[in-house]
């Protein structure tokens, strides 16, 4: 195969530009006045360059260019599929649905980037060298879009000796926090990366790794999971000692203790109640159920997760998204006559895993072209080289291996349709018969390309034959597995189950295997009283006004429809209630479905899934710590790979402060002290780079200054300073002027002086006013508001304001409650910040910038 190959049809630019509000406008004809599927749209996943610059205006131009793209690769192969029937299995998301990473890069010249959703690292290496190299590969790899995992059970315990003048190890909490700090400071289009780190329950440090996100302001760039063994589960049951040790998987370690399995126990459920962290990976499950760990000898030995907890992978290996959309199947749903088209969706699932093995090769061309940047910039070689042999060893095991990764969407909805109560009986079994066929066809795809194409590389039937996963095909469809062991197979693993968050919110349907949040939820926004027409239905404390409306689940509007309902009518609260018990959705949304149900589901499930299941059980908030156990165990012997929990309200007002546990009042002192130790915010609006200094007390802003960090008379500031103080004096004329000090890499104070006048005075004015705001004690939360509700004329002040909004944002206390907001995920107003982001505490969707 070359992988040079680009088609006569492929061009350098497109022709036709189109503005934001074009795109909007289209894409909301689209979606059918979907506003929040058309600015998702616009906003993630249209084709654009660098500048903004819009080159698609509906999803259906993406569409084509996804179909355009495939298809050339499938010409590669024989019997290929054509382009017109790419399309019309994308077209309007409603059969395939591409994910993320392959729905923005597949096709775009504009972006050198991976098409990969997740990818893990690790070297195993007990050194400062290599812990250093891993910190670096997640940076190179979150820069291309790609979110990362590794695990930390190699780094030797604290207290260990080391020879070095340190003379003992700091353990793995440190080093927690510097992956965790170089998540945070990559920006992916104006996201964070995605970080996942995890830690054997065997290793010495463990306990230290559970307590870490505890503290508030630790390790807030990554999620965190336990790898628990069966005989730590078998010790938890019997209240027998647990044996932790390092090296974890040595026959003869350095280090052992015997430690007591069930506080231990007691502890993670108790955090995991407290705050949803951390989460628990069963990883003797993982293991003995892994197809690639038949190949571990080879480099395909699992060591951890990608963030989201659903792809288990090997160091340097990736994997690639599609979900197919479960809905779509239902034949005149929401009807009696409604029955799944299973002869159609068995097609399909095999046309979806033919479109992931192309989506293989479409990333083969993005690596070449990574690194052949990587080769072209004027770096030096030597700071190239961790980059360089990183996506070397990826392209390696994406050849070897040609991992996908095909789950579903609208688990719920496709229940629903078929008048199924999910959570039940009835609704579990037939769940499971979906999965299974998905399954057996994925597989049976996956032959029939080895017929076509050849195995993936490294393919042995005999490896395989004792994997329980083979033998549960092998045993469902002899068939196939006669037919696998003759001619191999295309994949090494195939199937996943991932969140889909905004791929949900374009195919309009519940997300992933999750029920349906809510059929009818009120969303609000905020009214000029004083506008024509416009109804207000209550003033908060700060006297904004505010309208609720009702917003209805899409698909439970087809159901309103198929039964006689007027969509457009205003009903009052008692009716909405009728509605929705006469409803397949009645009692069957998350708040509803019995938990240890849901438990079992996914446990039954992931029996036909060879990766894994990213799914959460939401429980209100008044469960005890003791529920929590009991489902950690129920899932544990249902065959879950993973599990996390979320406790409502288990993430506000739960952390403590390390540096004073004393309840703050809010209200400084009206002296402004001297000197103010002081924090660097760098950020970027449109192709402005700003900067912000925020002079704190008790570490919150008591001022702050910016402005544009490369105007002519700007701040010349080194990237590595992000911490120093803003000193006060007055000149000979009295006139107050703040200088910034730092200390340099030589050691040496350095002084910026006269922060007042480096920045634009309009920029500085409107500095004064925040900054006395923030010195009288109001909320940061309301600081912001106040900041984003400013009106101007002037575009650069609009982006002033918005950069100084971002910069305030990180420093709302964890937890806090947002007045007014809804999570554009699933609609409820349940939205605190966490970390200067919005986080849905119902569904865990999150906003950042």
């Not at 499930?605 to 950690?632: A, R």
């Amino acid at each position: 195969m070359d992988l040079k190959e680009v088609s006569s049809g492929r061009s350098a630019a497109h022709s036709k530009v189109y503005s934001t509000e074009d795109a909007f406008q289209a894409s909301l004809k689209y979606f059918k006045g979907d506003d929040l599927a058309a600015r998702v749209w616009v906003n993630k996943y249209a084709l654009k360059d660098s500048y903004g610059n819009i080159f698609e205006l509906t999803p259906d131009d993406m569409h084509r260019r996804l179909a355009k793209e495939i298809a050339r690769i499938e010409n590669r192969y024989p019997n290929p599929l054509s382009e017109e029937e790419i399309y019309s299995l994308l077209k309007d998301f409603k059969y395939i649905v591409p994910q993320g990473g392959p729905m923005t890069g597949i096709g775009n010249e504009y972006q050198v980037a991976s098409l990969s959703n997740c990818f893990v690292v690790g070297n195993n290496a007990d050194s400062y060298g290599g812990i250093m190299m891993v910190d670096q590969e997640q940076v190179q790899l979150m820069k291309r879009r790609g979110g990362v995992g590794h695990d930390l059970s190699h780094i030797r315990p604290a207290g260990s000796p080391v020879k070095n003048s340190a003379l003992t190890s700091t353990g793995i909490v440190p080093f927690m926090e510097r992956f965790s700090n170089s998540t945070r400071e990559v920006a992916q289009d104006g996201r964070r990366g995605a970080l996942m780190l995890s830690v054997s329950i065997k290793h010495p440090d463990s306990e230290n790794f559970i307590d870490a996100k505890m503290t508030e302001g630790k390790v807030t760039g990554a999620n965190v999971s336990v790898k628990i063994d069966d005989e730590f589960m078998q010790s938890v049951r019997e209240n027998k000692p647990y044996t932790q040790q390092y090296p974890v998987e040595s026959k003869n370690p350095s280090f052992t203790r015997d430690i007591n399995a069930g506080e231990l126990w007691k502890k993670i459920v108790h955090n995991a109640w407290k705050s949803a962290e951390p989460g628990i990976l069963f990883w003797d499950t993982v293991i003995r159920e892994s197809v690639p760990d038949s190949y571990a000898d080879l480099g395909y030995k699992t060591v951890s997760t990608n963030p989201c907890g659903e792809i288990p992978l090997c160091p340097y290996d990736s994997c690639r998204l599609l979900a197919i959309n479960l809905f779509s199947y239902v034949e005149k749903p929401f009807t009696k006559k409604a029955k799944f088209n299973f002869e159609l969706f068995r097609k399909h699932v095999r046309y979806a895993q033919r479109i992931m093995d192309d989506i293989i090769d479409l990333e083969l061309e993005k690596i070449e072209a990574i690194t052949g940047k990587v080769e072209s910039d004027k770096e030096d070689g030597e700071i190239k080289r961790v980059e360089s042999n990183l996506w070397n060893k990826i392209r390696e095991m994406a050849i070897n291996g040609r991992r996908t990764g095909i789950g579903i969407t609208a688990e719920g909805d496709m229940l629903a349709a078929l008048g199924l109560v999910y959570g039940t009986d009835n609704a579990i079994d037939f769940s499971v018969e979906v999965h299974k066929l998905v399954a057996l066809e994925a597989y049976r795809g996956s032959v029939l390309m080895a017929k076509d194409r050849g195995a993936f590389p490294i393919y042995d039937a005999n490896r395989e034959k004792e994997n329980p996963y083979i033998k549960r095909l092998a045993e469902t469809d002899p068939e196939l597995y006669n037919d696998m062991v003759k001619y191999g197979r295309r994949n090494i693993a195939l199937l996943t189950i991932a969140p889909t968050g905004t791929t949900s919110l374009m195919t309009q349907t519940t997300s992933g295997i999750e029920p349906v949040f809510m059929p009818v939820y009120k969303r609000r926004r905020k009214v000029n009283p004083n506008d024509k027409g416009i109804r207000v239905d209550f003033v908060d404390e700060v006297g904004d006004s505010w309208e609720e409306y009702i917003v209805f689940h899409h698909k439970f509007k087809d159901w309103m429809e198929m039964n006689g309902y007027d969509i457009n009518k205003k009903y009052s609260d008692e009716e909405l209630d009728k509605m929705v018990a006469k409803s397949p959705y009645y009692k069957a949304t998350s708040n509803d479905v019995d938990w240890v149900a849901k438990v079992k589901m996914q446990g039954q499930i992931q029996k036909w899934v060879d990766h894994s299941i990213s799914v959460t059980i939401n429980l209100p908030s008044d469960v005890d710590e003791e529920l929590v156990g009991e489902l950690y165990f129920t899932a544990w012997e249902s065959g879950c790979k993973g599990v996390t929990v979320y406790r409502d309200g288990s993430r506000s007002g739960v952390l403590i402060s390390a540096k004073d546990k004393t309840e703050k009042k809010g209200v400084f002192s009206t002296k402004r002290p001297e000197a103010l130790e002081a924090d660097v915010v760098r950020f970027q609006n449109s192709k402005d780079k700003w900067i912000a200094f925020i002079g704190l007390i008790d570490e919150q802003p008591y001022e702050i200054f910016t402005g544009l960090a490369d105007d002519e008379d700007g701040i010349l500031l080194p990237r590595s300073v992000t911490r120093g103080s803003i000193i006060k004096s007055r000149d000979e004329n009295g006139i107050a002027r703040y200088d910034f000090q730092y200390i340099n890499k030589r050691g040496y104070k350095t002084t910026i002086e006269g922060l007042s006048y480096k920045f634009n005075p309009i920029f500085w004015n409107y500095a004064k006013l925040i900054s006395s705001v923030l010195r009288h004690g109001m909320p940061i939360e309301k600081v912001v508001d106040l900041v984003t509700s400013l009106q101007f004329d002037i575009d650069t002040i609009n982006t002033w304001k918005n950069g100084v909004a971002r910069a305030l944002k990180k420093y709302i206390p964890n937890g806090t409650s947002v007045d007014g907001a809804t999570c554009a995920g699933c609609g409820s107003e349940n939205v605190v910040y966490q970390e200067g982001c919005l986080i849905c505490k119902d569904c865990g969707s999150s906003k950042c910038g």
